[in-house]
């Protein structure tokens, strides 16, 4: 096991996730954050089937700093229930593990 993890989530916009992103990269929860501008999620939603376009990020971090980056995501979220999932990094490519840990 790397300690690293990948952290998801999704926000309603561009500017939203990049707003999240830099903010929990500046102080160090997160070593990036890769947004990818536009997905579609359908999902169900208070009984309702939602079709609707969204941005995600998927962040890197060190398993250390898990809880405290899902919290300061919360905090920033303009969702009521926002979409966050933690994964481990079983392998990758260890110079690069090495970055993440040393910039979280």
């Known amino acids: 096991m790397s300690n690293v993890y990948i952290v998801y989530t ?4 561009e500017e939203e996730a990049a707003t999240i992103a830099r903010t929990v990269v500046d102080e160090r929860l997160a ?5 990818l501008p536009q997905v579609r999620s359908i999902y169900r939603w208070q009984g309702v089937i939602e079709d ?3 941005s995600a990020i998927v962040f890197k971090t060190q398993a250390g700093r ?7 995501i919360k905090t920033l979220h303009s969702y009521d229930v926002p979409d966050i999932v933690a994964v481990p990094i079983e392998r990758g490519h ?10 979280t």
């Open 31 to 35: 070593a990036c954050g890769n947004i």
């Open 66 to 72: 898990v809880d405290a980056l899902i919290h300061r």
């Open 10 to 13: 999704t926000t309603p916009n």
């Open 94 to 103: 260890g110079p690069y593990l090495d970055w993440v840990r040393a910039n």
């Open 52 to 54: 609707e376009p969204e």
